[in-house]
């Protein structure tokens, strides 16, 4: 479908994203262990909200949204629910489809599951092995992380901190250096393994992205979102890899990097056992407000969640129906709206210029947000 030239084109972090052809956008998706709460939620609708932003502009999209079903923390839970691993997150992966459902997410185009993209990894590791990003031992296959942190802007101590917190197994003998992170991993007894040319394991959960990322899409692509916490160690090794082994950099043109959701200052964490569960909100209000809580702020900023935020949310989506009844329709104002929207994604100021403007413009924002 030919682009409309008159309409904006969508500008993230300073990058526009402009679009022969398809856009090609990847988020790092759920590892099915738990149930969804709020901080996992915003990440899925603001990459719903640039989805369907992109899709007013005229631009065909495709998303794909991973599941991370080959992972520590997942084959864990399954063990202490008795359960085998893939059997167990197909259950949970269900009661994520539904919350993303009641949320008004749209189901992505491509899905992939890490635990069919075995070969794809291994190629992966072979493609490092040959260009010499990376070396073997002891079974495992290391991606080398000093250039990876540098390039992040990272000093050694910030970095090996980074990795201690996300699993990065700073502490693995094998290691030539503790920076350096697993793109195959030998399996410990009790994990479940694949065979490789390097004995029985598994991918690490970078390469795992990469593989999926590169399979779905090719060497490149548009627009890479994922929580900000996301950023290092995982969105820089994903991306580090790929360009390795491909040769084409960028790999992704535009970063969307969502904000963390705190409570009471604290990131929510199942650790810390202050998750907000997606689930307990819909109980009390429909999924627009849900929407409208998550979406009514610039999506970069990190954020306290309180129940009065969810009340003000109401109000803001009851102020928007109602001003979308009025009849009025004023085609600069439905631009402005769609310009604010358009300039990375400013959700806050588009509903301001709608509630203000009322008629065909409001009505255009809550058709286009799914409110
Ligand atoms: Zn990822």
Redesign the pocket.
Known sequence: MPTDPALPRLTIAGTTVSVVGRARIYV?GVTPYDVTHLGHAATFVWVDAADRVLRRLGVHVEVCR?VTDVDDVLFDAAARAGAPYDRFAAVQQYHFDHDMDLLGVRRPAHEPRAHTYIGPVVELARALLDSGHAYTAAGSVFLRGEPVATAAGLDRPAALELLASNGGRVDDPAKHDPLDQAVWQASTEDDPAWPSPWGPGRPGWHAE?TAMALSTYGPGLDLHA?GAD?RFP?HAF?AAQAEAATGVSPFARAWMHVGTVQLDGEKMAKSLGNLVFVSDLLAQVPGPVVRTLLLDRRYGQSWDHTPALLDAAGARLEALHGAAGRPHTDPVAQAAVLAALADDLDVPRALDLAIAEGGQAARDLAAVLAL
């Open positions: 790092c991973n992205c994922g996301l995982h994903e």
